[in-house]
């Protein structure tokens, strides 16, 4: 799966360039704060494998007013670095690497 190049990021981790993207619109569950917010990496040279990261916030475009902090560069370049550590390959071709940072999360009723 790769992401689309409109609205993508560019981000430098330890030499390597990466492509970051955040849904523009949030999911319905995003929108009613069921679920977190989620965003995309991959390499901006060699796609493969796909990061998808669950952060422990609402979307930024929730329907119900819930306070949202905005995706920053430095969670994305931390986040890259973790999936690493856990054994993301971003150049191997693959199913998404999931990487769930979700804890504290508190979905609205």
């Known amino acids: 799966m790769a992401l689309v190049r409109k609205g993508a990021r560019r981000i430098v981790v330890d030499g390597t360039a990466y492509r970051w993207r ?3 619109k949030p999911s319905y569950c995003q929108a009613l704060s069921w ?3 989620t965003f995309a ?3 901006a ?3 493969g494998t796909t990061l998808v990261v669950t952060t422990d916030q609402p979307h930024p475009g929730n329907w119900v007013g819930r306070e949202a902090k905005p995706v920053l560069p430095s ?3 931390r986040a890259i670095q973790r999936a690493l550590r856990e054994g ?3 150049t191997t ?3 998404p690497f999931r990487l769930d940072r ?3 999360f508190t979905p609205s009723p």
């Open 93 to 95: 071709p693959g199913p």
């Open 102 to 104: 979700s804890a504290g």
């Open 88 to 90: 993301w390959i971003p």
């Open 75 to 77: 969670d994305v370049a």
């Open 45 to 47: 040279d060699t796609p």
């Open 22 to 24: 955040l849904r523009r």
């Open 41 to 43: 990496v991959e390499d």
């Open 35 to 37: 679920t977190p917010c």
